[in-house]
């Protein structure tokens, strides 16, 4: 695969995957201006370890989701879970987006106007999931692992789960929600004939992005939370 990958242009990697980017702005190699260029040429040209990098670039594209029996999971290893993938995907992936989006929003806007409509809607959802996702992992996930600790070591599972719960469910919906303007400005993200390759780079990555959303609310809003509500009226039954 090594050897096929080298091959390949810098456009057509991130094009199939974009989350191939990512290893290709690290090493400073140029996808858009100058992705006609095949890996190994471009590693050349900046004398660049070609084999390690697409030895990196193997591990992105080859990478999948573990088949998981999520229901099984105790409340502490579905939360790391969530933390470990999804918000980490969230907190890498935003940036970049965000960054592509007002790229090609500035250079292409007046020529496809939708892409203002794109941009002014995921800086709300970036704005909205960055503080989201401190509130989980500041507030609500440490008292859900609480929940699984000894009575006598808990500090805080007296406290009322179902309101923080509410609330984030509130915002799972409001996410979602921008998403599906995302989608609907974005023709289902699909870009225009005459888009650049950052231009498709962005619509790829908002429809990966989508994708991971829906799984990540999945596992919150009907896996762990029941699961956490469960325990919670469990224990302040005893």
Known sequence: MKHVLLSKTLAEIVTENHE???????HGLDFCCKGKRSLETACTEKNLPKESIAAELERVLAAGDLSIDFSRLSLSKLV????DNHH????QQMPQIFAWLEKVSTKHGERHNELYKIFECFTELKQEMEMHMRKEEIILF????????PAQRASSTGMNIHAPISVMEDEHEQAGNLMEKIRLYSSNYIPPADACTTYQLSFAALHAFESDLHQHVHLENNILFPKAIDAFNTRNSM
Request: charged share 40%; proline share 4%.
């Open 20 to 26: 191939a980017a990512t290893i290709l702005q690290k």
């Open 80 to 83: 790391d879970y969530i933390i």
């Open 88 to 91: 980490r995907y969230v907190k």
């Open 142 to 149: 440490p008292r859900i692992k609480e929940l699984e600790e």
